[in-house]
């Protein structure tokens, strides 16, 4: 039979209605991605380059999402933006963290309900001396010239927290790292308090045994239980000897790297984020060494200080592992 001209026209419009059906199969597809904006930090910092890492792996392993990285202020800027939906997960520290939750501290009266999904690394606070001070506990320093944390750090505020609690009055100097580490090598002052890289002394403390035999304090029975009554916020680091620095083992106060979720996370996503980066077992170690070795979940529930998110929970529970009835929300 002779095709005719609106025959033609109609073949055409149904094999260009095809096409673009077709055509839209992949758009469709990508806009059922959820997007999600992660909150770091100094993009100079090294944890800035883990949560790149974390972004390409979650983009890797969970194809319904699709994630960024945005420079922030690190911890209060990260949950200030969760809290106006500008960032929906990003890096906190625990004692920040619990202090959010709780509206207490910076957030007294405004409570946060970002909620946390886990913890990455430890920094424990070395109270770092010289050997030759004589110096054996935290009593020992009242009277010394000792600094307590890079000048307006979240270390120094905390170390002059916990000494203040427990009775310890040195004579603080204030400084920049720089300017401590040269004045402790000079013996101008014996010591100072100094995050540490994981469990391991991180570079200035080394750079400083390397010059001089040094010790690192370590909290008393008495003390421990102190600090775990007074500051919640805080966690109890037990720290392994380190033969490589002259160093024996030692317990004393830290907080944990972490990451938080805005109140608006599902359960299903967050479940699926904890459970790729808690299986993930190179990805993070190649971007921080930190991470290398570290069983995350046992991490986080060993260091958490405030509810973890229900998809948190859910994974967690799912392995089998007892969550204590503080973390959960």
């Not at 380059?49 to 994630?67: I, R, W």
């Not at 967050?270 to 290398?292: G, P, R, S």
Request: charged share 20%; net charge positive; aromatic share 6%.
């Amino acid at each position: 039979m002779k095709e005719t001209h609106s025959t033609r026209r109609r073949t055409l419009l149904k094999t260009g209605a095809a096409a673009v059906s077709l055509g839209m199969f992949p758009l469709v597809a990508s806009a059922q991605k959820k997007r999600l904006l992660i909150g770091t930090t100094s993009s100079s910092s090294s944890q800035y380059g883990y949560f790149v890492a974390v972004s390409q792996l979650l983009n890797q392993k969970v194809p319904t999402l699709d994630t960024s990285v945005t420079e922030t202020g690190a911890t209060m800027d990260n949950l200030r933006r969760m809290a106006r939906n500008q960032v929906d997960f990003g890096l906190v520290t625990t004692n920040v963290m619990y202090n959010a939750n709780a509206g207490t501290g910076a957030f007294e009266g405004k409570p946060q309900a970002a909620r946390l999904l886990w913890i990455y690394s430890i920094a424990p606070q070395n109270v770092v001396v010289r050997k030759d001070a004589g110096v054996e506990n935290l009593q020992g320093l009242n009277g010394k010239k000792f600094n307590t944390g890079l000048k307006g750090s979240a270390t120094e505020k905390t170390a002059d927290s916990v000494l203040a609690l427990l009775g310890v009055k040195p004579e603080v100097v204030r400084g920049s790292t720089g300017e401590i580490v040269d004045a402790v090598k000079d013996n101008r002052v014996i010591g100072y308090v100094k995050s540490g890289a994981g469990l391991k002394l991180d570079a200035s403390s080394q750079e400083i045994a390397a010059f001089t035999p040094i010790n690192v304090l370590s909290l008393s029975s008495a003390e421990r239980d102190k600090i775990a009554q007074a500051m919640p916020e805080l966690s109890l680091v037990d720290v392994p000897a380190d033969e490589a620095s002259g160093v024996g083992a030692y317990t004393t106060w830290g907080f944990g790297l972490g990451v938080a979720a805005a109140a608006s996370m599902n359960e299903e996503t967050a479940y699926k984020i904890v459970k790729a980066i808690c299986e993930d077992k190179t990805k993070q170690a190649a971007a921080l060494a930190d991470v290398a070795g570290a069983d995350i979940a046992a991490m986080t529930l060993k260091y958490a200080s405030s509810p973890l998110h229900p998809g948190a929970v859910r994974y967690f529970k799912e392995l089998g592992l007892d969550v204590p009835a503080k973390l959960i929300g």
